[in-house]
């Protein structure tokens, strides 16, 4: 019988020989408006079992999920997971500190977090540099290892919960919807309305150009 995706996940990290496996990964790195959302979780792998590993079966990147099954896996993660750490990234802050600079802070931090200490630290694609626990880079992470497809569902969970408050406060953007990122919708509202505070100003986009011209 072949592995579930959440199968296949999880012995990627159990291969790793380790307990305690922490993966960390965001959401809304590419968005015209919004924070960015940084995840931390950590997986203890010598009490994994029985009925706390059976409803992370399913688990999967973020990407590749619905959202009413991203919202299922978002309760299993904080079932099953030992802690889970997240970072809220403000647009002011990604549009002073820089997009690259703001995730990278993220990653560390909610990795420095978790406790107990992970003895496996992965992160999806992105090197944190020497203020960072040992960690290791996985290119495509959120396909591969449990721990870092756990934080990415933490973290897009998140993220579509704050932009849903926030479409409730900036009505005509319609942020429920296309959660900040580039759509037609969203840069025609950008074009009628102008930017919101929201919006990330150091973002090069499109709509925002046409604004200034018009």
């Given at each position: 019988?072949?592995?579930?995706?959440?199968?296949?996940?999880?012995?990627?990290?159990?291969?790793?020989?380790?307990?305690?496996?922490?993966?960390?990964?965001?959401?809304?790195?590419?968005?015209?408006?919004?924070?960015?959302?940084?995840?931390?979780?950590?997986?203890?792998?010598?009490?994994?079992?029985?009925?706390?590993?059976?409803?992370?079966?399913?688990?999967?990147?973020?990407?590749?999920?619905?959202?009413?099954?991203?919202?299922?896996?978002?309760?299993?993660?904080?079932?099953?997971?030992?802690?889970?750490?997240?970072?809220?990234?403000?647009?002011?802050?990604?549009?002073?500190?820089?997009?690259?600079r703001s995730n990278l802070r993220g990653l560390r931090e909610?990795?420095?977090?978790?406790?107990?200490?992970?003895?496996?630290?992965?992160?999806?694609?992105?090197?944190?540099?020497s203020l960072a626990p040992p960690h290791t880079?996985?290119?495509?992470?959120?396909?591969?290892?449990?721990?870092?497809?756990?934080?990415?569902?933490?973290?897009?969970?998140?993220?579509?919960?704050?932009?849903?408050?926030?479409?409730?406060?900036?009505?005509?953007?319609?942020?429920?919807?296309?959660?900040?990122?580039?759509?037609?919708?969203?840069?025609?509202?950008?074009?009628?309305?102008?930017?919101?505070?929201?919006?990330?100003?150091?973002?090069?986009?499109?709509?925002?150009?046409?604004?200034?011209?018009?």
């Open positions: 019988m072949p592995l579930s995706t959440g199968q296949r996940l999880l012995r990627h990290d159990r291969r790793l020989g380790a307990r305690f496996v922490a993966g960390a990964d965001e959401a809304g790195r590419g968005s015209l408006a919004g924070p960015l959302v940084v995840a931390g979780v950590l997986l203890d792998y010598g009490a994994l079992r029985g009925h706390r590993v059976r409803p992370l079966a399913l688990l999967n990147d973020s990407k590749q999920v619905d959202p009413e099954e991203r919202e299922r896996l978002f309760h299993a993660v904080l079932t099953a997971a030992s802690a889970v750490t997240v970072r809220v990234i403000s647009s002011t802050e990604i549009d002073g500190r820089g997009l690259h909610v990795l420095t977090e978790l406790h107990p200490p992970a003895e496996a630290c992965l992160v999806d694609g992105f090197r944190l540099g880079a996985v290119v495509d992470g959120d396909t591969k290892s449990a721990a870092i497809a756990a934080a990415s569902i933490v973290a897009k969970v998140t993220r579509d919960r704050l932009m849903r408050r926030l479409d409730a406060l900036y009505p005509r953007y319609g942020f429920s919807s296309h959660v900040g990122y580039i759509t037609p919708e969203h840069t025609r509202a950008v074009l009628t309305h102008g930017p919101c505070p929201q919006h990330r100003r150091s973002f090069q986009a499109r709509a925002y150009l046409e604004t200034v011209a018009a």
